[in-house]
């Protein structure tokens, strides 16, 4: 785990004194107080927490943690909160970035940190719009969305998420939403990964994008669309009355129905959480012919990046005399005296 001692806290330790200032009805209260409430569960200790975020509605989020935190620059989270973790790597870290702050300007540092595989929790809020700055189409809006930067509809391919991270080298990817009852065992999956832990998190724009993700993350009516992924367990939606399978001749994703309960002649996948190439095709679906896939849906651990700076540090110091003064003076050195003339006089 992330925190190398567990205490015992609960949600009102995590709770700062400043005023939540979102919009009324915000998806990003929901993900606020998922996340202080996994932290007791963690057993995290917030003198050894840091939130780390850049710029957007969902980078306010370290002023409502009671813990260390930095809101830095527009896309640049992801490069500070590799800093903060090279300078010590005992912190447990969590980057908070938006779908605008992370894959437009930000796509380049959040590329990186993802292919380096930094230890820390990354939280990507997706609600497919530019909320701060008043409702422009982002890297992740639909075609045809309207926006004031869009008036009669963006024509733009939109980004996805879990898509880019996998394909950025990423080892853990999941995806939850802001109200979802569920998203708490997400964070705690995230949590336990050691490396880079990627979380889609889908979240309604009240003001500017409302009501987008209704069709699967509706408080009622919508869990038939929604595909929870559990490690080793077959891959069911809409009661059990469903589920996916793999076309071996087209290599594709099929739905089926699955009859009295019968999985397996159905042929219901089993997920493998380790399989990186049937994550690929779990993004990839087209949301409505088949259910969005919810949950971890890659997690397959390799050495983090700050693990192998750390041991080369060692490596390098080995043997090495710490002593500055006998480091400066090394070698060929001389000493100016102020009382002799030029060398050219």
Known sequence: MNAPVKIETTLKDWVTDQEVRWCPGCGDYAILKAVQRTLPQLGADPANTCFISGIG?????????????????HGRAPAIATGVKLA???LDIWLVTGDGDGLSIGGNHLMHVLRRNVNMQIMLFNNEIYGLTKGQYSPTSREGTKSPSTPIGSYDHPAK?????????????????????????????????QGAAFIEIFQNCIVYNKDVFEDFAAPKGAEDRQLWLEDGQPMLFAGAAKGLTLNRDTLALEVVDVVDGDHEAAGVLVHDVTSRTIAHMLVEMPFGPFPMALGVLYDDPMPTFETAVVEERARASEGKDDNLAKLLAKGQTWTVDANEGHPTD
Do not use: Q, W
């Open 57 to 73: 509605c969902s980078s306010r989020f370290p002023y409502y943690m009671e813990s260390y935190g930095f809101h830095t620059i």
């Open 88 to 90: 010590n790597p005992d």
């Open 161 to 193: 998420p879990a898509a880019f991270a996998l394909g950025a080298g990423a080892r853990f990817v999941a995806r939850g939403f802001d109200v979802s009852k569920k998203l708490p065992e997400v964070l705690v999956a995230a949590h336990a990964h």
